[in-house]
């Protein structure tokens, strides 16, 4: 299972110089053979639709699938759609960025432990760690309604405070829906920064401890900068994902607690209205595209796949 | 000779670095020939070419009557052993040295693959696997698995690098016995230059993607070509003189003041500026009291330091116009040795000494030729 | 009092292995809930009731086995396909420089980084448009475009890991490039490509919002739990959860075990 977390430095070897006349041509073109399935089916079902979706999302309203759409590049789907559904929007962020800090807070400690400290435990543990994805997402969320309902043991411990009211409830609230964020989510932070914790030179922290570092100070000077590839990626699969995330609102909570990804999925599937949909939905991939630009620039792109 | 590997102008460029350049050379078929440099040299690159593991810019590559230049290396009969051994880890030992008999639909494998351990004392090891056997055993697999296919050109990238010295010291033993028993021309790469002088019938020392001199290793250490390969080959003290005349078969020159006598047959230039340079061992010291034979060369000094190092003892002393010269004295007879601050004459037998031509604009100075680890010197 | 040493030494661990059983919480209360009889078909409480009938009777429920057959059939589909392509594209990025090379990196990133909600729903409008009917292969196509990426990501890293002069010492005896690859660098990748293949088969069978928006009236396992959300959940799907984990987590520890016994070698 570590072949899974791309544990390893490096990319390969490079290619020499550029061949001899004599040479065998057909090497040069070789990438782009290898490249060219999967890429053209990235781009025919992931760029094109994409740009379709931005398209979409400049149609008149007005219009409907029997009727057809008349692209009127009505920028004003954009303007209506964020009045009508800020609240959305913004729960969406802080729930997400929410769960992304308690993913780091949990998911940290479980990767250097697992990276550093487990030793002959370390397949286990990672096989471990991806183990729950094999139960299907949703029976997973559906158990957390056990766990966190109001006849509970978890909820009754909650009451039996003493400054908690006897009507506390966690199903159906916020926070429910963060806590199914994040245990959905986690795996995602965990195994990124696996990956950046494992290639760390243990050493580096012996030296460290040689030129009087106390073991937090070795932690924040040293593993932390270096981890830092890791901990981006983590928080980027984390928080984008949750971001657009559904299901968990809609098990766990109320419309109050609705996010983005409700709202998407009833303007597609129920309300039918496609341009607010697309609009919408380009808002949320346009911020993605944002981030990752951002991250990319700091770190590249090799340490991005 | 029929079977020769030639090497004809060749040149490799990456990018805008040249790391062979227009380099020509003969590897007499039989041979050990050793390619002798510090890193960066060009030295790998040029044995790779030779496998056909990277392509030359420009230049040919012969074997025998073969041009074999445009050949991938599935086509030469040539084979590589690596200096990480590189065998293949999920396949057991003997189908490793099997491996490039398969692909060639060669029979009678497995009595193959049995001569082959038992060349290398190995015998018996056919199932094991490479990560069970010592970094020895697994360079003598390295080795049996290139062997086994009767190249006619063995090449080695400084395989026994990875070796502690004493394992390193019995694995130069056992390739050259392997060699000599075999008849294969061997084409051995290293940086470190006692092994290429053990080993090799011809050195070819190279700097800078050129070889600077190529010849037996009595010739290359005896009689060096140029102040590069004097000092890259063990130590060698260079003093800027001038050829002042010429009396019979002898060179006169004169260097600080001094005068010197050189064999004209022991120097590579035979007028205007030039370097005397001789060896340390060469090298005797008269105390104040003795007398130095008069027909030798002689430096007075002041001697700066002593290193006692058992077997022998090395000297620096100051010449009067500041230079340090070193002075090896093989401790022949038990006795303390001689301590700094005092006075000696250093003297040598003038046929030990060896003459270089000197450019202008190298300098007086000796210092940027010694010991120079990268090679970078001009 | 030697413990609470022990754990402050350990700190980090002890907070590791926490988190871990955090992870595994649900877990056991899908098993426990296989077990148990609901008071009410909308009910999620554990009731005092335990029973092994739904383990009996597993396909109990109407739809079920049905559901997980389309499941099944389309996560096979989709991981054979999205290997085999993935695994071409690594060895293109492992293995060779070229131009356009970090955008192609960035390119294989996106689908991982993209809410489901998003890609799922360009995919429906992208049918639509093409006019191509909703249904198994809308969705094994949509699952190929996500499982791509991870595949990538699992052999391009197992390739990075091999060392290059195995390849030059194959070459250097007399193996060609076919050869080469056939003998040396596929026995050396394959376990990369199983793991990318078993990772791709869990994203697949575990897919709700992408198939959601791509099925049509094809029903799969995770759509049939959500349908079956509002009328209440048979508790024969949490035996199926429960198996299907007890299965793979079996079938990993097998893998592990015995790669660990061989002499280990990479």
Not at chain 1, 27 to 52: A, E, K, N
Not at chain 2, 196 to 201: E, I, L, Q, R, T
Request: charged share 15%; proline share 6%; hydrophobic share 50%.
């Amino acid at each position: 299972m570590t072949a899974l977390i791309g544990a390893a430095a490096g990319t390969g070897p490079p290619t020499g110089a550029e061949p001899p006349p004599a040479g065998p041509r057909r090497r040069r073109f070789t990438p782009y053979l290898l490249l060219l399935p999967g890429g053209l089916w990235l781009l025919l079902f992931f760029v094109v639709p994409l740009v379709q979706l931005a398209g979409t999302s400049l149609y008149d309203r007005a219009g409907s699938l029997e009727l057809g759409y008349s692209q009127t590049f009505a920028f004003g789907n954009f303007v209506d759609a964020i009045a009508a559904y800020w609240p959305q929007l913004v729960r969406s962020a802080v729930y997400a960025g929410l769960a992304t800090i308690i993913c780091v807070v949990l998911g940290y400690p479980l990767a250097y432990a697992i990276a550093l400290k487990s030793g002959r435990w370390r397949n286990l543990l990672l096989v471990c760690v991806i183990a729950p994805f094999f139960t299907t997402f949703l029976v997973r969320t559906l158990a957390w309604k056990s766990i966190l309902s109001d006849n509970g043991a978890v909820t009754g411990f909650f009451r039996s405070l003493p400054f908690v009211p006897d009507d506390f409830r966690l199903l159906a609230t916020p926070a429910a829906v963060v806590c199914g964020l994040v245990y959905n989510f986690l795996p995602f932070m965990v195994l990124p920064l696996y990956a950046s914790l494992e290639r760390l030179d243990g050493r580096l922290l012996e030296a460290a401890g040689d030129l009087y570092a106390k073991p937090a100070t070795a932690f924040r000077q040293v593993t932390l900068p270096l981890s830092m590839p890791g901990l981006v990626a983590g928080t980027l699969l984390t928080f984008i994902p949750a971001a657009g995330d559904f299901i968990n609102a809609e098990l766990l909570g109320t419309p109050n607690e609705y996010m983005i990804g409700n709202v998407i999925d009833s303007a597609f599937l129920v309300r039918l209205d496609y341009p607010q949909a697309a609009a919408l939905s380009f808002l949320l991939m346009a911020t993605i595209l944002v981030m990752v630009f951002v991250y990319v620039r700091r770190a590249g792109t090799d340490e991005v796949v | 000779m029929a079977d020769d590997l030639v090497l004809e102008n060749v040149t490799k460029r990456f990018g805008g670095m040249t790391a062979v350049d227009d380099l020509s050379v003969t590897v007499p078929q039989g041979s050990f020939f050793a390619l002798l440099g510090a890193s960066g040299c060009g030295k790998t690159t040029t044995l790779r070419m030779v496998a056909g593991l990277e392509e030359l810019t420009s230049g040919s590559i012969r074997l025998g009557d073969n041009d074999i230049t445009g050949l991938r290396p599935y086509r030469r009969p040539v084979n590589t052993v690596f200096q990480s051994y590189a065998l293949f880890p999920h396949l057991n030992i003997g189908d490793n040295i099997a491996f490039g008999l398969r692909q060639r639909g060669v029979k009678d494998v497995a009595k193959k693959v049995g001569e082959m351990l038992d060349l290398v004392q190995l015998s018996g090891f056919e199932k094991r696997k490479p990560a069970q056997l010592s970094g020895g055993q697994q360079q003598r697999i390295a080795l049996a698995r290139a062997l086994v296919n009767e190249p006619q050109v063995l090449l080695l990238d400084e395989p026994l690098g990875a070796l502690d010295l004493k394992l390193r010291r019995q694995m130069q033993i056992e390739l050259k016995r392997i060699q000599t028993e075999v008849g294969i021309t061997f084409l051995h790469v290293t940086h470190d230059q006692d092994e290429a002088m053990w080993m090799a019938d011809t050195v070819a020392v190279m700097n800078n993607g050129r070889i600077e001199q190529l010849g037996p290793p009595t010739e290359i250490y005896e009689f060096p070509r140029s102040p590069f390969v004097s000092n890259f080959l063990g130590q060698s003290n260079l003093f800027a003189a001038e050829v002042a005349g010429r009396s019979g078969d002898d060179l006169e020159l004169t260097a600080h003041g001094a005068r010197f006598a050189a064999p004209a047959a022991r120097a590579h230039a035979a007028d205007g500026r030039v370097w005397l340079g001789v060896r340390p061992e060469k090298v005797r010291l008269a105390l104040p009291g003795e007398d130095a034979p008069a027909h030798h060369n002689q430096v007075r000094g002041v001697l700066t330091d002593t290193c006692y190092a058992g077997v022998s003892t090395e000297y620096l002393l100051k010449t009067p116009w500041g230079q340090e010269m070193s002075v090896f004295s093989a401790n022949a007879a038990p006795g303390e040795p001689l301590a700094p601050g005092t006075e000696v004459v250093a003297h040598w037998y003038p046929p030990h000494s060896f003459v270089l031509d000197r450019p202008t604009g190298s300098g007086d100075e000796v210092s940027q030729y010694s010991a120079d680890p990268l090679g970078v010197a001009p | 009092m030697r413990i609470w040493r022990w754990v402050a030494d350990h700190w980090v661990l002890v907070v590791g292995l926490v988190v871990l059983a955090y992870l595994f919480l649900p877990i056991v209360v899908v098993f426990l809930l296989s077990l148990n009889r609901p008071a009410n078909r909308l009910s999620y409480d554990l009731s005092s009731q335990w029973t092994l009938d739904y383990w009996f009777h597993p396909f109990g429920a109407a739809g079920v086995g049905d559901a997980l057959r389309v499941s099944v059939g389309i996560a096979l589909v989709s991981t054979l396909i999205a290997t085999v392509l993935g695994t071409l594209m690594s060895f293109a990025l492992a293995r060779h420089r070229f131009r356009g090379r970090s955008s192609t990196n960035v390119l294989i990133f996106l689908p991982m980084a993209t809410p489901e909600v998003v890609m799922g729903s360009s995919l429906l409008a992208l049918f639509v448009t093409l006019r191509v009917p909703l249904g198994f292969w809308t969705v094994v196509v949509a699952h190929i475009l996500f499982c791509l990426s991870f595949v990538v990501v699992t052999v391009k890293a197992r390739l990075a890991g091999l060392d290059p002069r195995l390849q030059e010492a194959a070459m250097d005896l007399y193996a060609n490039e076919w050869q080469t690859f056939r003998r040396v660098t596929l026995p050396l990748v394959l376990p990369g490509i199983a793991a990318a293949a078993m990772l791709s088969l869990s994203l697949s069978f575990d897919d709700f919002i992408i198939t959601n928006f791509n099925s049509g009236t094809t029903v799969t396992f995770p759509m049939y739990v959500w349908g079956a959300a509002q009328r209440g959940i048979p508790r024969q799907v949490n035996v199926i959860g429960t198996a299907v984990f007890l299965l793979a987590f079996v079938f990993v520890i097998a893998v592990q075990i015995r790669s660990r016994r061989k002499a280990r070698f990479v």
